[in-house]
């Protein structure tokens, strides 16, 4: 049985199902940190600090003075972190699989595919976690399974406000959000000579806007709140990057803050891929060097354990979310966190386009 069975899962079949299942994926930070598949296991955070300089005056017949560069760069390594998933396949299980298909491993090796499916998944879920955690702290941390690594990016602190820095909370309808966003996103594009491509929100931020006077002010309208669609006209029109709304949950739990708002631009970070050992086993397989260098770098197998009998499945990675400029990301806290009376975390959904808003 088991030789038929793996014949029918080699680990590049595998392999190819798992990384076109995460070239699917539907992340949806990777709009602001993309997917890059990188050689080896370790990579290069360069931080970078940007000064206006100008030229000296000097007298005639005098030494012309030594300038500086207005762009100074430090390189470190950053070893990226392995992550996966393995999940089995029960003796009970395999039995009644194999007995309720006529004595046909076709269910044994589908339910092998689906659990391979359900480690992807756990994969890209880590993966979305982390890139929530640099978005709104300016680093990762992962403590677990006795593995443990703080990568601090150095997120300045006049980029990481709290709401008692940014003043009037947005819930109130007096907030200026206007002018608050179109000072930072100008203090970040000095700082990086790069255009704020995003600004990360909730839903309950989102919304928040809706009612803003400064927006319902700039859209002309006379019900005293805007509808998404003109919300996001006015911040067009205004030059504000477009919202990227997240509500997005891991295990029942946010991986990004419903009270802080994200601006970032396209150089802040990318979440790097590396090799895993069992990737480098199958170097030379057709089948997997023509999978999309785009997608994750994910590995998948499948095994036998006798005693008892199990057949296990397998997906690996190694990766992390990598700064590049880390000036490109701004913080800021806007509102108060959000609780029902009970205490839970109070989830807000943004109206529908036809809500009876202005228009």
């Given at each position: 049985?088991?030789?038929?069975?793996?014949?029918?899962?080699?680990?590049a079949?595998?392999?190819?199902f798992?990384?076109?299942?995460?070239?699917?994926?539907?992340?949806p930070?990777?709009?602001?940190?993309?997917?890059?598949?990188?050689?080896?296991?370790?990579?290069?955070?360069?931080r970078?600090?940007?000064t206006?300089?100008?030229?000296?005056?000097r007298?005639?017949?005098?030494?012309?003075?030594?300038?500086?560069?207005?762009?100074?760069?430090?390189?470190?390594?950053?070893?990226?972190?392995?992550?996966?998933?393995?999940?089995?396949?029960?003796?009970?299980?395999?039995?009644?699989?194999?007995?309720?298909?006529?004595?046909?491993?076709?269910?044994?090796?589908?339910?092998?595919?689906?659990?391979?499916?359900n480690?992807?998944?756990?994969?890209?879920?880590?993966?979305?976690?982390?890139?929530?955690?640099?978005?709104?702290?300016g680093?990762v941390?992962?403590?677990?399974?006795?593995?443990?690594?703080?990568?601090d990016?150095?997120?300045?602190?006049?980029?990481?406000?709290?709401?008692?820095?940014?003043g009037?909370?947005?819930?109130?309808?007096?907030?200026?959000?206007?002018?608050?966003?179109?000072?930072?996103?100008?203090?970040?594009?000095?700082?990086?000579?790069?255009?704020?491509?995003?600004?990360?929100?909730?839903?309950?931020?989102?919304?928040?806007?809706?009612?803003?006077?400064?927006?319902?002010?700039?859209?002309?309208?006379?019900?005293g709140?805007?509808?998404?669609?003109?919300?996001?006209?006015?911040?067009?029109?205004?030059?504000?990057p477009?919202?990227?709304?997240?509500?997005?949950?891991?295990?029942?739990?946010?991986?990004?803050?419903?009270?802080?708002?994200?601006?970032?631009?396209?150089t802040?970070?990318e979440?790097?891929?590396?090799?895993?050992?069992?990737?480098?086993?199958?170097?030379?397989?057709?089948a997997?060097?023509?999978?999309?260098?785009?997608?994750?770098?994910?590995?998948a197998?499948?095994?036998?354990?006798?005693?008892?009998?199990?057949?296990?499945?397998?997906?690996?990675?190694?990766?992390?979310?990598?700064?590049?400029?880390?000036?490109?990301l701004f913080?800021?806290?806007?509102?108060?966190p959000?609780?029902?009376?009970?205490?839970?975390?109070?989830i807000?959904?943004?109206p529908?386009?036809?809500?009876?808003?202005?228009?």
């Amino acid at each position: 049985m088991s030789e038929i069975l793996f014949e029918a899962l080699p680990p590049a079949d595998l392999t190819v199902f798992a990384r076109q299942l995460a070239a699917r994926e539907v992340d949806p930070l990777v709009q602001v940190i993309p997917n890059r598949v990188i050689r080896g296991r370790r990579s290069r955070v360069t931080r970078v600090s940007r000064t206006t300089t100008a030229a000296k005056f000097r007298s005639f017949d005098a030494e012309t003075p030594i300038g500086r560069r207005p762009v100074a760069a430090t390189v470190e390594s950053v070893e990226l972190a392995p992550l996966g998933q393995k999940l089995p396949l029960r003796e009970l299980e395999i039995l009644d699989r194999y007995l309720a298909d006529n004595s046909d491993l076709k269910d044994v090796i589908a339910a092998l595919y689906d659990d391979t499916e359900n480690n992807v998944a756990s994969i890209l879920n880590r993966a979305l976690q982390l890139r929530g955690q640099f978005l709104f702290t300016g680093g990762v941390q992962i403590e677990e399974n006795g593995f443990i690594q703080e990568a601090d990016f150095g997120l300045p602190a006049d980029h990481n406000l709290d709401l008692a820095d940014v003043g009037d909370a947005w819930s109130d309808p007096d907030a200026p959000i206007i002018d608050l966003e179109l000072a930072w996103v100008e203090q970040v594009q000095d700082e990086t000579q790069e255009t704020v491509v995003r600004a990360v929100v909730s839903s309950r931020i989102a919304r928040a806007m809706l009612t803003n006077r400064q927006y319902v002010a700039a859209a002309n309208v006379t019900t005293g709140r805007v509808t998404p669609a003109v919300r996001d006209a006015v911040r067009a029109e205004y030059g504000l990057p477009p919202l990227l709304v997240v509500d997005a949950k891991v295990g029942g739990a946010r991986v990004t803050p419903d009270n802080k708002i994200a601006l970032v631009t396209s150089t802040v970070a990318e979440f790097q891929w590396g090799d895993t050992a069992e990737g480098l086993t199958l170097l030379g397989s057709n089948a997997v060097d023509q999978v999309s260098t785009v997608a994750p770098k994910i590995t998948a197998s499948a095994w036998k354990t006798t005693d008892p009998v199990n057949l296990w499945s397998k997906a690996n990675a190694t990766g992390l979310v990598v700064a590049g400029d880390i000036n490109g990301l701004f913080v800021a806290e806007v509102l108060e966190p959000a609780t029902t009376p009970e205490g839970r975390i109070a989830i807000d959904v943004e109206p529908d386009e036809d809500d009876d808003a202005g228009l």
